[in-house]
């Protein structure tokens, strides 16, 4: 399944949650499967049954854990290559919260980069 910004939209309006409450991401994966994500808030019951009917992957729970960061820990630990990936808000990349800084530092000395679009909603 694709990773599109239509696709995550729609899975971010699966829940109750107001705009701004949450990102969602999905990162395709070279092994297969595309996941699915939550971020400051995981996915609730609704968003997942909306997520396996689509036929994604459902990241893990990690609570406080940025969407995008969610789905490349869910990724390490299924043995998945992430490839590109999008997400419902900008990824950021300046603060203590940094998940620009902290996916390079995942992929640093393993042949990998991290590219962002230039609305940062795409990597």
Known sequence: MPATQELAQELLQAGKLKPGQQTVSLIETANGPTIASGGAIDLNAAKKSFARSRGLLVARDLPGV??????????????????????????CNSGPANCAEQMTDILRGRRYELRLSPDRRSF
């Open 66 to 91: 940025h969407a995008e960061l969610t789905g490349i820990a869910t990724a390490g630990e299924r043995g998945l290559l992430p490839t590109r990936g999008v997400a419902t808000s900008r990824v």
